[in-house]
């Protein structure tokens, strides 16, 4: 078999198993962050109880990330030698980076997030927890910015190397600054936040829901499923923003990467969108495909007319990256970001009206929607990078001209045999399937056993945790602002709601 077609499956498969787990991590360490707050804020113990629960998880979730973080770093050396010969200069700065400033930041704080709650006091605590979220966040930078330069190299410079007699050539940095703020960076980042949020969001949705449906924890289970809705609709809505500059940035700096997207065999004007179809690569053409008319001169130029280069024009510059995996990932995504927007809309609609508890189904669209968010975001990544091929490290485009550049058939290692990595993908892949039965077990007794939510479920209670959205659910006569209804509820602590119906029946 191709020594380079194994190597390049073994770290696909490596990263997609990787990136299942620190989006996940990086959302949830912000609902963390919020009910530690609050519970300071607040000093009510639903708040510290809700943040327990949900660190427990996090902690599981935590350490597979850190796991299967660490074979990519041994794949750099044994499969792909030549790309860190070349890279070595710029991705090692930012992998050290990472190490220094993100992981021993999130790793010190850990155990005092995971075992301090009855060792230090709440402040202390809450400092830790933010901190871990900090470092998640900080990790990201560091690893998006690596990434990124792949995509949009700046600020370096190819020089020739001698090494053990041979003469290499290698990418050297020559402005740190650019290179940190290659031109995607920015847009890649927050893009990649976005994605976190709408996945810890969703997680938090499907576990309240799940909650609901068994009629277990339902306090517990409706404030939390309030606050992922809340989260999810403006994650979602900003996604859409963020993939449309995205959108935009990539046909700048990346233009086959965006003809691949949408399967744009042909320079056109005016360019289509397709919302879907059949890439054929031999008819180049999209078959069986619905598109906008014009769409994507839109979406580039925010203009109906101007022209987009389609592969037919760019692949003598930038080569052909396979067409048919990036356009399906591509509209994969945005598809379910589309639906993710719909859905949370609707069903804050429903929470405002309170007719939401009622609704079985959505409950449990919520508890499977989590995986769509998981795939949105392994979708998104395949594309990302399946599209930069036939190069790991860019073209790029400098006074006009084209330089430098690092093909993937040119990174491989010299010395490395398919038979070698065939046996390596098995081994990492039994290995992976028991990591992942472990992760899934240990989240299932975790959730199944539930949050220590020891509080009476009363009126009271409701009036000291009420938040907007809880608040416009007990105004259906819109009779009273949303602040008015807020503290409606602190007015009646002790007794029932102003409609005489019993507590916790919204």
Known sequence: ???????????????????????????????????????????????????????????????????????????FGTNWAAYSRYVGDVFGSALAAEGIFAFFLESGFLAVLLFGWDRV??????????????????????????????QTPAGFA???????????????????????????????????????????????????AWYLLKNRHAEFARRSFTGGLLLATTASLAQLVSGHLQAQNVAEHQPAKLAAFEGLYR????????????????RREVRFGLAVPGGLSFLVHEDFETAVPGLDDLKEDYGEPPVWITF???????????????????????????????????LRFYVGAVALAFLANEAGWVAAEVGRQPWVVYPSLIDGELMGGLRTSD?????????????????????????F????????????????????????????????????????????SLTEAKDGGRENEGGGRRDGSPPGTS
């Not at 020739?160 to 920015?186: C, H, K």
Request: net charge negative.
């Open 1 to 75: 078999m191709d020594v380079l077609l194994l190597s390049r499956l073994q770290f696909a498969l490596t990263i997609m198993f990787h990136y299942l787990f620190p989006p996940l991590t990086i959302g949830l360490s912000v609902v963390m962050v919020y009910l530690e707050g609050m519970h300071l804020w607040t000093k009510d113990g639903r708040y510290h109880a809700a943040a327990k629960f949900w660190t427990g998880l996090f902690g599981a979730t935590f350490a597979l990330g850190v796991v299967t973080g660490i074979v990519m770093e041994f794949e």
């Open 121 to 150: 006091g709440p402040k202390t605590h809450f400092f830790a927890t933010c901190m871990v979220c900090l470092g998640g966040m900080f990790s990201a930078v560091w690893i998006v910015i690596a990434n990124s330069w792949q």
């Open 158 to 208: 190819l020089v020739e190397r001698e090494i053990n007699g041979i003469v290499y050539q290698r990418a050297e940095i020559t402005d740190f600054w650019a290179m940190l703020t290659n031109p995607s960076a920015a847009h890649r980042l927050i893009h990649v936040y976005l994605g976190s949020f709408v996945l810890g969001a969703f997680f938090v949705l499907s576990v309240s």
């Open 267 to 282: 320079t056109e004007q005016p360019a289509p969108l397709y919302l879907f179809g059949w890439p054929d690569d031999e």
């Open 328 to 362: 399906q990932t591509y509209h994969l995504m945005v598809a379910i970001g589309m639906l993710f927007i719909g859905a949370t809309l609707l069903t804050s609609w429903w929470r405002w009206r309170g007719t939401l508890w009622e609704k079985k189904w959505v």
């Open 411 to 435: 990174a491989l290692s010299e010395a490395v045999e398919a038979s070698q990595v065939l046996w390596s993908i098995i081994m990492f892949a039994l290995i992976d399937l028991l990591l």
């Open 437 to 480: 039965a472990v992760w899934v077990s240990v989240l299932h007794t975790k959730i199944t056993r539930g949050p220590d939510w020891d509080f009476p479920e009363s009126a009271a209670a409701e009036g000291n945790m009420k938040g907007l959205l809880d608040a416009a659910a007990d105004r259906p006569d819109h009779d009273r």
